[in-house]
Nanobody, 124 residues
């Protein structure tokens, strides 16, 4: 399984970015959940948002609720993270991860595969 994350960049506070995570590989014949995690300098990697394949349920960490939206296009094996009203504290490397289950999890050790990360920098 390979995960390709993209869409990061530089943006001013209040701006928007859309991250994409494209999955490929034979495991895609099965249900899988995708999670977005982020890691800021000097901090632990934290869960940001997740989406299940079984029922489309989603999760958002409190700090991004109302600003971020996760969605998936199963035909393209792609999960998106639309990030609006970005704040400096959103600055981090964002990683997507795949869980071999139809249901999402919020702990990073419950994910089986990881992408390479894409950097989001929010500066004023």
């Amino acid at each position: 399984v390979q995960l390709q994350a993209s869409g990061g960049g530089l943006v001013q506070p209040g701006g928007s970015l859309r991250l994409s995570c494209v999955a490929s590989g034979s495991v895609l014949a099965y249900d899988y959940a995708i999670g977005w995690f982020r890691q800021a300098p000097g901090k632990e990697r934290e869960g940001v948002s997740c989406i299940s394949s079984s029922d489309g349920s989603t999760y958002y960490t409190d700090s991004v609720k109302g600003r971020f939206t996760i969605s998936r296009d199963n035909a393209k094996n792609t999960v998106y993270l639309q990030m609006n009203s970005l704040k400096p504290e959103d600055t981090a490397v964002y990683y997507c991860a795949l869980r071999l289950s139809g249901f999402y999890a919020t702990r990073r050790d419950e994910y089986n595969y990881w992408g390479q990360g894409t950097l989001v920098t929010v500066f004023s």
